[in-house]
T-cell receptor
Framework: GQNIDQPTEMTATEGAIVQINCTYQ??????LFWYQQHAGEAPTFLSY??LDGLEEKGRFSSFLSRSKGYSYLLLKELQMKDSASYLC??????????WGAGTKLIIKP | DVKVTQSSRYLVKRTGEKVFLECVQD?????MFWYRQDPGLGLRLIYF???????EKGDIPEGYSVSREKKERFSLILESASTNQTSMYLC??????????????FGPGTRLTVL
C-alpha cells in the first residue's frame, strides 16, 4: 500500500534549526510537497521537489532522495510564528497526492 | 492571489440530516478537491473533479456525493449525516495540465459536528 511517515510532534527553540523528516512509499512517484498548516487554518504550500537534492527558499529548505524514499524540511533561524503543523505529501503515478498525518512543531522561547 | 472560500467555518448538524458544504474558487482552476482531516490521520481525499459536471471518487467516498455545475463551485453533500462524519472538511483547487507540479490551494475549512 501507499504510506507516508513523519514524526507526530517536535519541539525546538527560537533561533535554532530543526529538520522534519518524511519517508514515503507510493505506487510510482512524481514529486513531493511540503505544506504548512497553522492551527485552525488552511494548509499553505511551502515546497515541491521532484529531483534529488536540496532546494533552498529563504529560511526553509527541502531535500529529496528518490532512491531512499526520503525527504526532509529544514527550518533555520526559527521564529515563534513557525509553530505549526508541517504536512508531507507525495504525488503518485496517477498524480494523486498521498498525505502524511503531519508533524506538529512547537517553538519555545 | 488565489482565493478558495467555503460556505461555513463551523457547522453543527443532527444525525440523518442532509448537509451541503459549498466551495468556491476565483482563479479559474480546473481541478477541485474535497478532503477530510482528522487528528492523527493525513488528509484523506473524498472526491475530486477535473471539469464541470465531472467527478471522481477519492479514497473515502462512502456516505458522500458531490456536484460541480459550474467551474468555480464544488459542493460536497452528506445525504444522511452520521456521527462518524464529524470532521474538518477542506476544499482545494489547482490548475490542470500535463505538468505534475499542481500546487493545491486550500480553503479555510469547515469544522462539521454531527450530533
Amino acid at each position: 500500500g501507499q504510506n507516508i511517515d513523519q514524526p507526530t510532534e517536535m519541539t525546538a527553540t527560537e533561533g535554532a534549526i530543526v529538520q522534519i523528516n518524511c519517508t514515503y512509499q507510493t505506487s510510482g512517484f512524481n514529486g513531493l510537497f511540503w505544506y504548512q498548516q497553522h492551527a485552525g487554518e488552511a494548509p499553505t504550500f511551502l515546497s515541491y521537489n521532484v529531483l534529488d537534492g536540496l532546494e533552498e527558499k529563504g529560511r526553509f529548505s527541502s531535500f529529496l532522495s528518490r532512491s531512499k524514499g526520503y525527504s526532509y524540511l529544514l527550518l533555520k533561524e526559527l521564529q515563534m510564528k513557525d509553530s505549526a503543523s508541517y504536512l508531507c505529501a507525495a504525488l503518485d503515478s496517477n498524480y494523486q497526492l498521498i498525505w502524511g498525518a503531519g508533524t506538529k512543531l512547537i517553538i519555545k522561547p | 492571489d488565489v482565493k478558495v472560500t467555503q460556505s461555513s467555518r463551523y457547522l453543527v448538524k443532527r444525525t440523518g440530516e442532509k448537509v451541503f458544504l459549498e466551495c468556491v474558487q476565483d482563479m479559474d482552476h480546473e481541478n477541485m478537491f474535497w478532503y477530510r482531516q482528522d487528528p492523527g490521520l493525513g488528509l484523506r481525499l473524498i472526491y475530486f473533479s477535473y471539469d464541470v459536471k465531472m467527478k471522481e471518487k477519492g479514497d473515502i467516498p462512502e456516505g458522500y456525493s458531490v456536484s460541480r455545475e459550474k467551474k468555480e463551485r464544488f459542493s460536497l453533500i452528506l445525504e444522511s449525516a452520521s456521527t462518524n462524519q464529524t470532521s474538518m472538511y477542506l476544499c482545494a483547487s489547482s490548475l490542470a495540465g500535463e505538468v505534475p507540479y499542481n500546487e493545491q490551494f486550500f480553503g479555510p475549512g469547515t469544522r462539521l459536528t454531527v450530533l
